[in-house]
């Protein structure tokens, strides 16, 4: 995995503030001690869209109720952490063992003039086949990502396969009912991740 250049490392410093805006966006969450990601409990945003699957039929995130639901937003030209990330989500499922069955991870790109259904074919199942790639318009991307409180930014210039889009990096957990339950940071350990989903996959939390 190839670092960031030291400019694009300062950029995205000075960034950062704004793009991890949901830090401050938390209000009406509250603290569990039982969740190991940041509550979201309660929070009135997280609500459902409806985006184009990389097998190419519109996918809304509502056709998952009943099962736990993971939301990632990344790109696939992405050099630093969203690879990192999906295999880490990709080895979260083989912790869950056969409760994986009851998850479903989702990968939302940010970079839809890129990530088209069949790039998306070719990047997301690599980690694992069950995951599924979403794109849509630059419009819906926005919109959806606004709904999550999700911060992105494109690099100036041209958009070629090695532009940089700087992005929170955070992943979204939904209870089976579809609602925001626990956030977890990039650097949120496996085994933490897997506490939070069998918690929420074994009992409904009110």
């Not at 790109?75 to 409760?99: F, M, V």
């Given at each position: 995995m190839r670092s960031l250049p030291n400019r694009v490392v300062r950029g995205w410093q000075r960034c950062l503030p704004g793009l991890l805006v949901i830090t401050l966006l938390l209000p009406a969450c509250t603290e569990s001690p039982a969740l190991r990601g940041m509550d979201l409990s309660g929070v009135d945003w997280g609500r459902d869209f409806t985006l184009v699957s990389h097998q190419r039929p519109p996918v809304s995130t509502e056709a998952f109720r009943g099962k736990v639901l993971i939301l990632f937003f990344g790109?696939?030209?992405?050099?630093?952490?969203?690879?990192?990330?999906?295999?880490?989500?990709?080895?979260?499922?083989?912790?869950?063992?056969?409760?994986a069955e009851h998850v479903q991870v989702l990968f939302v790109t940010?970079?839809?003039?890129?990530?088209?259904?069949?790039?998306?074919?070719?990047?997301?199942?690599?980690?694992?086949?069950?995951?599924?790639?979403?794109?849509?318009?630059?419009?819906e991307i926005a919109a959806a990502a606004r709904e999550y409180k999700v911060g992105y930014m494109s690099h100036?210039?041209?958009?070629?396969?090695?532009?940089?889009?700087?992005?929170?990096?955070?992943?979204f957990v939904k209870d089976q009912r579809g609602r925001p339950r626990s956030l977890f940071a990039n650097e949120t350990p496996v085994v933490d991740m897997a506490h939070d989903v069998q918690l929420l996959l074994k009992s409904e939390m009110r």
């Open positions: 790109y696939t030209h992405c050099p630093d952490i969203c690879g990192p990330t999906l295999a880490k989500l990709a080895a979260l499922q083989k912790e869950l063992g056969p409760e940010i970079d839809p003039e890129r990530d088209t259904p069949e790039q998306l074919r070719r990047f997301v199942p690599q980690f694992d086949p069950r995951f599924i790639g979403l794109t849509g318009t630059p419009e100036p210039g041209s958009r070629t396969a090695s532009s940089i889009i700087q992005h929170s990096g955070n992943v």
